[in-house]
């Protein structure tokens, strides 16, 4: 059984063809060949740098979306062998997230349990887990960004994704690590933002974010150039999840907000996330506010976009491209402002410049070892006016001051 998964895997034997003798075969035979391959599988991943909230995104996104269930099982069989000391708080908090439990017995009789928990057909469970491997097999490895189980102990964050380069990975000390309180003010603050529908409140709160934000990665940086604490933080990475559809447009607002706050990104659509790069306090603040600011995108364009249906389905679909396009720019050029404003209100703001360019210098060098050869994406063909119009009044109306 194990040369006919692998042969099916590999492309040595046609799918359909596979798939009839693996379901016609006794169960004892083929069950703990598909468990092992599949655990196995994913645990090479798991070692070579990918993520569970990783893996499991890219697994619905190119196979069947209920295939993602096997991921989380894969998961909590890869955990299993390690003691809790040795996991990384991060992963385990991932493992968490996608639902993954050691709730099977052994993995001898695992599918034969998948098929009873879950109510699942045999023929339909056998087919997804043959999909799945043919997804996991064609998996490059990617650097690592967290330590994998097993490496806990030995810390740090390391940066750069996608089409790996190689090389030792950037570390961010402990000193880097963006304020809790900080970080907790932030995110209620754009909770708010969220959930009042009057816009003037929405950017009251918005704004107040991003003011608590600039302000303390201003204070970083100062005494980075101080030569205290700060000056031992180095840049990293960390991998966002850009989900379908209008991906791509959703990445160009992830890095308008990270150029705003002094990272730089570099989307891999074909994984389906993108790798931001630069200081852990400008990286906390990218992820909280491409969050909300994708929150409130989708509501202003929801209240915006003109009427469905079969006949304005295209009329519909360009609007909304269109739409996070001039919503994208427009926030850019917001951020862009604000950062700009704080700078000018810092104390001792000249001596800051240097300082920055410094940094910037750091990320870019992050950046570049994790991705030598990179290719600078096409800029967005806007085919509603409508939509453009709609999306830059929208993030106006979203102002980061």
Known sequence: MGETVAGVVG????????????????????????????????????RGGWQPVELHRVVARRGD???????????????RGFPARSVDARWQEQADEIGAKFWWGDDVTYLAQVTRHR????????????????????????ETLLPPPGQAARGGHTGSAGKPG????????????????????????????????FPAEAEAFSAKAQELISKHSLDEAALAGDGGAGATVTPFARRVGIDHPYETEKASLLDAVARANRCHVVWSPEFGFATVFGFEADLAAVDLLQASLLVQAHRAMSRAEPPGGKAGRARLRAFRQSFLVGYAVRIGERLAEADRAALAEARDAASLLPVLASRDVQVREARDKAFPRTVRGRGFRVDSEEGWESGRSAADQATLR
């Open 119 to 142: 109510r699942a057909d045999r023929v339909t469970l056998i087919d997804a887990v043959l999909g799945t491997l043919r997804v996991l097999a064609a998996l490059p490895p990617i």
């Open 166 to 197: 190689k090389g030792p990975a950037a570390r961010g000390a402990a000193g880097g690590r963006a304020d809790n309180a900080l970080l907790n003010r932030v995110r209620a603050l754009l909770a708010k933002a969220e959930s009042t529908t």
């Open 11 to 46: 492309g040595r034997i046609a799918y359909e063809d596979g798939l009839d003798l693996l379901t016609v075969a006794p169960a004892a035979e083929v069950d703990p060949v598909l468990a092992a391959a599949l655990f196995d599988a994913a645990g090479r991943l798991f």
């Open 65 to 79: 979306p209920a295939a993602a269930p096997l991921i989380a099982d894969a998961t909590a069989a890869h955990l």
